[in-house]
């Protein structure tokens, strides 16, 4: 089965094609242009470089939030539309589930995606022969109060880790909480795809895909801020 897996919730741009669980390309976009401008173009070098058409692929994946309010809004949009218009199934994953399971170890994982005014995105999973199990639900948190819904040893990982990390290091790490490699606090899109697979049953029709919003966005028209 060949997976478009895309991901911008997480604060990036990437994309990647899959077959199976088996990565083919993945690519970042420009650092320097927002995701409007840089994902239907990674897309299509996506493909160029898989030596692939569209037509060709079986499912697609997208995160469906937590995350960049700008960022999940340009993801789901563009998943959409390009489901819409070739009839593709799509499966829309949880961007704080596919970060834990990126850790790649048994354990029980903090996922954390920095949320800007002094919280974090956070939810808590047990991962168990590689399928995540949540323990904590998805909520956003001040990151001792994240941290602290998870009672033994876990590994914490996502930009909310980067975001905070003299606080946690101070505070929490040590007797019972790591930090993941560095590597992996950056979502990656194949782990978007590869959760995606093992929620293949969620599929649903473009029109039905529906983003997770934890709280509303940061900027605000100017009439509402006065």
Do not use: N
Request: hydrophobic share 50%.
């Amino acid at each position: 089965m060949i997976v478009l897996a895309l991901d911008t919730a997480a604060g990036g741009c990437t994309a990647a094609l899959l077959d199976g669980e088996e990565l083919i390309v993945e690519l970042a976009g420009d650092g320097g242009q927002g995701p409007v401008r840089r994902l239907m173009p990674l897309i299509a070098d996506l493909l160029e470089r898989a030596g692939l058409r569209f037509s060709q692929v079986d499912l697609m994946a997208v995160s469906r939030g937590p995350g960049s309010f700008t960022g999940l809004r340009v993801g789901m949009a563009t998943a959409q539309g390009l489901a819409l218009a070739t009839d593709k199934p799509v499966v829309a994953v949880s961007t704080l589930e596919a970060l834990a399971l990126q850790a790649g170890v048994d354990a029980d994982v903090v996922a954390l995606l920095d949320a800007r005014r002094g919280e974090v995105y956070s939810a808590v999973y047990r991962i168990a022969a590689g399928d995540p199990t949540i323990l904590a639900p998805e909520s956003a948190l001040a990151p001792r109060a994240a941290v602290g819904r998870c009672d033994g040893p876990c590994i914490l990982i996502g930009s909310g880790v980067r975001a905070h990390e003299a606080t946690l290091r101070e505070e929490l790490v040590g007797d019972r909480a790591v930090f993941a490699a560095a590597h992996l606090h950056d979502l990656r899109a194949a782990s978007v795809g590869r959760l995606a697979l093992r929620r293949a049953e969620t599929a649903v029709a473009a029109a039905d895909l529906v983003p997770r919003y934890l709280r509303g966005a940061d900027a605000k028209p100017a009439h509402a801020r006065r």
